[in-house]
């Protein structure tokens, strides 16, 4: 990383939120679930599904998580209402883990419950490294009761080949991304060329054992890489999917969709926008800059 990168990064703190805010509409359909069903409904015109993510995280109040074990049950209600093509993300911190992982546990099963009774889906998302453990020995309780879960990994970290191939036999629904946490080099790859051969690795390894995969990356090496495989294994279009943020190359996300592969955009909401968005741009510090000269130029 360059020096000025990093000192955008380092001044991304000292930005006001109404200026970060100005950015944080590009990667946040907005507070309130109406805007995210807004933007879910364009997206389905497009051709493109999505997933719906309550942005919040690292919750320690008994009763914070329960509001929003009710919010994601009316968030999967409302997407049945709206016959919408779209389905659920959750963080384990946000319902419980971090307050402790029996009590999370439930609080998944119960929207990984009435997801099923609706015939939907839920992704429980991957965090850093101290919740790994954890969020997969979580998945692997539900696998034993529901067929409608899925989990992700992270190819940045160096475990998640051997978290993999523990679970193959499973025929899991997986997310991969790179990862976005920040994390010290012993848990984690540094190198980028490394981290995209680890990503192809991890999506050779899983489509090959017939897991269904959501390739979420933008990095369009990696989404090369991703179609070589798939064009040798000869997979049909229903045996994976890619996936992207929202806001982020929407150039290669309608590359993808016009060469007829299934999609899907990932669409947070809520106000607990902040957080989110300094994360996506301290990953991007090419944005994150424009932050900082908006900062001195109003």
């Known amino acids: 990383m360059s020096f000025f990168n990093r000192l955008v990064i380092f001044f991304m703190p000292l930005v006001p939120k109404p200026i970060v805010y100005l950015f944080?509409?590009?990667y946040v359909a907005g507070d309130h679930l109406d805007d995210a069903v807004?933007?879910?409904?364009?997206?389905?015109?497009?051709?493109?599904?999505?997933?719906?993510?309550?942005l919040g995280e690292s919750t320690m109040s008994e009763s914070e998580v329960n509001g929003y074990v009710k919010e994601y049950l009316y968030v999967l209600d409302k997407i049945e209402e709206e016959?919408?093509?779209?389905?659920?993300?959750?963080?384990?911190?946000?319902?419980?883990?971090?307050?402790?992982?029996?009590?999370?546990?439930?609080n998944i099963k119960i929207i990984v419950a009435k997801a099923q009774s609706l015939n939907n889906f839920i992704r429980i998302d991957m965090e850093d490294s101290t919740c790994t453990t954890a969020t997969l020995d979580i998945y692997k309780q539900l696998q034993d009761e529901f067929e409608n879960v899925g989990f992700v990994l992270q190819a940045y970290m160096r475990?998640?080949?051997?978290?993999?191939?523990?679970?193959l036999h499973l025929k899991s629904n997986?997310?991969?991304c790179k990862g976005i946490y920040i994390e010290p080099r012993d848990i984690a790859y540094k190198d980028p060329q490394l981290v995209n051969d680890n990503f192809t690795y991890l999506i050779e390894t899983a489509l090959q054992s017939k897991c269904y995969i959501g390739i979420a990356t933008h990095d369009e090496k990696v989404v090369w890489h991703a179609l070589r495989i798939v064009e040798q294994l000869q997979l049909k279009k229903e045996q994976y999917e890619f996936q992207m943020l929202l806001g982020v190359d929407e150039q290669l996300r309608s590359i993808l969709v016009d060469a007829g592969h299934r999609l899907r955009v990932y669409v947070p909401?809520?106000?607990?926008?902040?957080?989110?968005?300094?994360?996506?741009?301290k990953e991007n510090p090419k944005i994150a800059a424009y932050v900082i000269k908006?900062?001195?130029?109003?």
């Open 24 to 26: 944080a509409k590009r």
């Open 38 to 54: 807004k933007t879910v409904k364009e997206l389905n015109e497009q051709g493109i599904m999505a997933t719906l993510d309550i």
């Open 83 to 106: 016959k919408l093509e779209c389905n659920v993300s959750l963080k384990p911190t946000q319902l419980g883990l971090l307050i402790d992982q029996a009590f999370c546990y439930n």
């Open 159 to 167: 475990r998640s080949i051997v978290d993999l191939k523990s679970i």
């Open 174 to 176: 997986i997310r991969i």
């Open 269 to 281: 909401y809520g106000k607990h926008w902040y957080a989110y968005v300094v994360r996506r741009l």
């Open 294 to 298: 908006a900062l001195f130029t109003k």
